[in-house]
């Protein structure tokens, strides 16, 4: 492949996924990023968003990263996250209820006594970028 990129996402048990792309976008804390080879070096602090990886061919798949740190350097992207599954390992159902518990939360419905406002605020948002990842997979060729 011309104008590669290898990319690796890495948590703390395992390698989520280990190839080449020839484009990678991410959503980072100050905008979207998108990484084509010969970027220049980069760190960048990542949030709970699909990361889109594109082949030569134009086909694209999407990984759920549930935030973390990605390194651009000499055609190598290396995302480490506490937390990332691939398309076919979220749970929607789960997801969902993740969700609705956290919007519960977040909207007073739920009371309870120790609740941490930050807590509810990240647990939405990595169950809507696991239904996202899902989503956004589901119209790719
Ligand atoms: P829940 O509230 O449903 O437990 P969570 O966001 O608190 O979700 P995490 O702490 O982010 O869960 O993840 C714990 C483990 O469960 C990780 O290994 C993660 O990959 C996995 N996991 C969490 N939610 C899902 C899901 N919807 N589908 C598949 N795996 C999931």
């Not at 020839?22 to 960048?44: F, K, N, T, Y």
């Not at 889109?52 to 549930?66: G, I, Q, R, T, Y």
């Not at 740190?69 to 209820?97: H, Q, S």
Request: aromatic residues 4%; contains cysteine; charged residues 30%.
């Amino acid at each position: 492949m011309a104008n590669k990129i290898h990319v690796e996402i890495i948590t703390p048990t395992r390698t989520i996924l280990k190839d080449d792309f020839s484009m990678v976008v991410v959503r980072a804390l100050d905008g979207e990023i998108g990484i084509l080879s010969d970027h220049m070096p980069l760190i960048s602090s990542l949030l709970e968003w699909p990361v889109k990886l594109k082949k030569d061919d134009e086909s694209e798949c999407f990984v759920s990263v549930s935030g973390g740190f990605m390194e651009v350097r000499d055609n190598v992207i290396t995302i480490l996250a506490t937390v990332a599954e691939l398309p076919e390992e979220i749970d929607c159902k789960r997801a969902e209820a993740a969700k609705e518990r956290a919007e519960a939360r977040l909207t007073g419905k739920m009371t309870d006594e120790q609740f941490d406002h930050m807590r509810a605020e990240v647990s939405l948002r990595r169950a809507v970028g696991r239904l996202k990842t899902v989503e956004l997979n589901s119209h790719t060729h």
